[in-house]
């Protein structure tokens, strides 16, 4: 909502219809200068079009390493200039619950979140030939209480791979 309030056209996508319906209800008439198009679906989804800037926050979680690399080129095929995804990363204790978690059957359990070595996902994205042209931008872990996050920018065809890593 943040962009669309400062003039951006926004596409917003959840798996979810019911929360696609609640943010559209709580953003309603909260900016004049951008728009929001509101979808319920999977943000993959090609018909969504083609972008400037994709952010996708938290939508690859319960992604592997390999699943994200994936969905990084899916998306970087329809954006032109910028993706930033947030991603869970792995720590000793996250890696720990993680693994205490997989020990308890999952029938009745939401997906879990799936914790990712940040440097092996950036090693991954700058060597898959579907992402020729993009390098690693800015990368930033976020971390309030009990959420952790990461951050990692892919800019299409902006100088060397190198990671900056800001402090959090």
Do not use: C
Not at 50 to 72: E, G, K, R, T
Not at 76 to 90: E, G, K
């Amino acid at each position: 909502m943040a962009l669309a309030q400062r003039g951006a056209d926004v596409v917003a996508v959840d798996l979810s219809p019911t929360l696609v319906g609640l943010a559209a209800e709580r953003a309603a008439g909260r900016f004049d200068r951008g728009t929001i198009t509101w979808h319920a679906g999977d943000m993959l989804d090609p018909a969504l079009g083609h972008f400037d800037h994709v952010v996708a926050m938290d939508s690859l979680i319960h992604y592997q390493s390999w699943d994200m690399v994936n969905a990084y080129a899916a998306l970087a095929a329809r954006t032109r200039r910028s993706l930033l995804v947030t991603f869970a990363p792995w720590t000793p204790l996250l890696g720990t619950l993680h693994a205490v978690g997989g020990l308890f059957p999952r029938a009745d359990r939401a997906p879990r979140i799936v914790p990712v070595k940040a440097g092996l996902l950036r090693v991954a994205a700058t060597t898959d030939r579907r992402l020729a042209g993009w390098t690693l931008g800015r990368t930033r872990r976020v971390s309030r209480g009990f959420y952790t996050s990461q951050a990692l920018e892919l800019r299409r065809g902006q100088g060397t791979s190198s990671v900056r890593e800001d402090a959090a």
